[in-house]
T-cell receptor, first 115, second 114 residues
Framework: ETGVTQSPTHLIKTRGQQVTLRCSSQSGHNTVSWYQQALGQGPQFIFQYYREEENGRGNFPPRFSGLQFPNYSSELNVNALELDDSALYLC??????????????FGPGTRLTVT | AQSVSQHNHHVILSEAASLELGCNYSYGGTVNLFWYVQYPGQHLQLLLKYFSGDPLVKGIKGFEAEFIKSKFSFNLRKPSVQWSDTAEYFCAVNARRSQGNLIFGKGTKLSVKP
């Protein structure tokens, strides 16, 4: 059974640029959630996708957007990058949406540095 | 708004000492509760979970947690820690039938001295 994978591992971007991060969910999982983890903090929920539809969004501006594909893989897009966007971006997949009896399985993350 | 508090930022123990990490949440409704662990250089892994039933939950590697509804708490325990338990531990909560929102605490870094 393949776990959650994310690409790329590391990324360096310049302020104002755009970035796309990718996530492949664990086999059989139809729900993907994205989190931002700043240094010394717990992960903060960005949004969740269930069967290609957004199912909940955290307190992040609209320049954070996402997609989920028919194979349940997902992308996180961030436009107009700011220095504060530097963080570890985590993807998690689950068998169903949060609130139900489903645990989330996390990928290794993408470390984004904005200069 | 929901929130999760982890009382200790950094805990230092010697091997064989007992461990208890505190976690309190603020939400009046029914919740799902989780503890995740992040070993150095590794990704977040699920340690244990509570959805319903017996409030004393056993997880991997000898860890357990007790859900006390009246105290809004879900403390993590281990009777005897090992050097290999050195890691960061995160408590997380989501409300039943919520929309996607898994709320994490800030984490507790555990250092176990050999």
């Amino acid at each position: 059974e393949t776990g959650v994978t994310q690409s790329p591992t590391h990324l360096i971007k310049t302020r104002g640029q755009q970035v796309t991060l990718r996530c492949s969910s664990q086999s059989g999982h139809n729900t993907v959630s994205w989190y931002q983890q700043a240094l010394g903090q717990g992960p903060q929920f960005i949004f969740q996708y269930y069967r290609e539809e957004e199912n909940g969004r955290g307190n992040f501006p609209p320049r954070f957007s996402g997609l989920q594909f028919p194979n349940y893989s997902s992308e996180l897009n961030v436009n107009a990058l700011e220095l504060d966007d530097s963080a570890l971006y985590l993807c998690a997949s689950s068998l169903g949406i949060s609130g139900g009896p489903y645990e989330q399985y996390f990928g290794p993350g993408t470390r984004l540095t904005v200069t | 708004a929901q929130s999760v508090s982890q009382h200790n930022h950094h805990v230092i123990l010697s091997e064989a000492a007992s461990l208890e990490l505190g976690c309190n949440y603020s939400y009046g409704g029914t919740v799902n509760l989780f503890w995740y662990v992040q070993y150095p250089g590794q990704h977040l892994q699920l340690l244990l979970k509570y959805f319903s039933g017996d409030p004393l939950v056993k997880g991997i590697k000898g860890f357990e947690a007790e859900f006390i509804k009246s105290k809004f708490s879900f403390n993590l325990r281990k009777p005897s820690v090992q050097w290999s338990d050195t890691a960061e531990y995160f408590c997380a909560v989501n409300a039943r039938r919520s929309q996607g929102n898994l709320i994490f605490g800030k984490g507790t870094k555990l250092s176990v001295k050999p």
